[in-house]
């Protein structure tokens, strides 16, 4: 069974009609709403960290050992990578 507590947040005027009108929006309460986005947050956080910790233990040789093994066949269509301007990957369509 799910403990829960109480908690008064007082949130800026303006924030707390777009949280009513999406909750609305979403069929769900207020409560739910806020619930869901604390967690959504937390969530996000632990996984920030995570990364950051991996990326803090990451063996660089061992990347490029790795990535020295790929194999010398082009892309199947639809898997090309097409860069930007920037010289950056495009998003898929």
Known sequence: MTTTSNYALRLQKSLLEEVKRIAAEENTTINQFINVAVAEKAAALRTEAYFREHAGRADLSDFHRI????????????????IDQNGEPESAP
Do not use: I, N, S, W
């Open 67 to 82: 990535l020295a093994k790929a194999g010398t066949e082009p892309p199947r269509p639809g898997d090309e990578l097409t």
